[in-house]
């Protein structure tokens, strides 16, 4: 069996799918591919007609978009079960997932995180503007998570779920940002999911060290 994650250290969505790996307990390679470089291989575009990461080949099939690959993952492999069986439990997990991707990857990683940590730690200017929009936009996606966790101690019940990797990810990041942490505090389920989530061994496995 070959299994191979093509992804970039840094990125949030290749953490996802680590993550989701690491829960089913799924041994990989990983192939380093920069999304954001100027010359990213033609061999990688063949996999990723959008160039963006990650890409998942497993023997030969191979899949990108990161909550299919997460989804794949949790079906092809044994291991805890990372979907919940119900119905209305399975649809909340997808909506959640659809909430991060559509509406909180933008402000909380590539505005929040990025302008207040990524680029002052690389020496790079930061835009207060992005800040100021990233943190309205913030407010209102984390408004919106907190009325959609379950009273449970995953956000789509009392078992781990691909919506706990999914927003995980992206929380990681924004919580470095001080802003970012100050903000959560106002979110009291989201921030006591968070404190549980961020002991779990899958996400100090997979923590991509400094940008
Ligand atoms: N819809 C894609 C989004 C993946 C994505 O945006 N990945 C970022 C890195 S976290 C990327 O490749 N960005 C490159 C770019 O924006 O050019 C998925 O779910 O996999």
Known sequence: MTLVLHGYRLSVYNRIARLALA????????????????????????????????????????LYETAA???YVDRAFPGPALQPAGA??????DQIIGVVDAYGYWPLVRQV????VARPRRGEPVDEAEIAKGLAASVKVL????????????????????ADLHLGAMLAYFVQAREGEALLKHHARLAAWWE??????????????LP
């Open 23 to 62: 829960e089913k307990g799924v041994a990989y390679d990983r192939v380093e591919v920069n999304p954001f470089a100027p010359d990213v291989p033609a061999a990688y575009l063949a996999l990723h007609p959008f160039g963006r990461v990650p890409a998942l080949v497993h023997d030969g099939f191979a």
């Open 113 to 116: 995180f990025v302008q207040c």
């Open 88 to 93: 209305k439990a399975l649809a909340r997990m």
């Open 69 to 71: 690959i997460t989804r």
């Open 196 to 209: 549980r989530l961020r002991q779990r061994p899958s996400v100090a496995a997979t923590d991509p060290g």
């Open 143 to 162: 408004g919106a998570l907190e009325e959609l966790a379950s009273k449970e101690a995953f956000l789509a019940g009392p078992a781990l779920s691909l």
